[in-house]
């Protein structure tokens, strides 16, 4: 499977916390990006958070601090932790595995719902 899986979204209250999964089961290059992008209703798709293969990281000021996105390689598996919930996190949450600028693959995405 070379399309990233995500789950872990869910329903939670403002102040609460979920922590998302983006599982690849295959890997076609050792050099990429995985991003966590999220999209709220009528809103454009975002960039919340990246992870390269060689392990940097980058987080969108608008959730720094608050989210935190890290991987275990032996599982193929990148995760988003989301703490400190707000209801403007409220959107569908996707996974992108990038190999270069133009060839990449889309998760499904996974809802997060944050009430107030």
């Known amino acids: 499977q070379v399309q990233p899986v995500e789950s872990g979204g869910g329903l939670v209250q403002a102040g609460g916390s979920l922590r998302l999964s983006c599982v690849v089961s295959?890997?076609?290059?050792?050099?990429?990006?995985i991003g966590w992008y999220r999209q709220a209703p009528g809103a454009q798709r975002e960039l919340t958070a990246t992870?390269?293969?060689?392990?940097?990281?980058n987080v969108a000021d608008s959730v720094k601090g608050r989210f935190t996105i890290s991987r275990d390689s032996a599982k193929n598996t990148v995760y988003l932790q989301m703490n400190s919930l707000k209801p403007e996190d409220t959107a569908v949450y996707y996974c992108?595995?990038?190999?270069?600028?133009?060839?990449?693959?889309w998760g499904q995405g996974t809802q997060v719902t944050v009430s107030s």
């Open positions: 992870i390269s293969s060689g392990g940097d990281t």
């Open positions: 295959e890997i076609t290059s050792s050099l990429y990006v």
């Open positions: 992108h595995i990038a190999y270069s600028r133009a060839f990449g693959y």
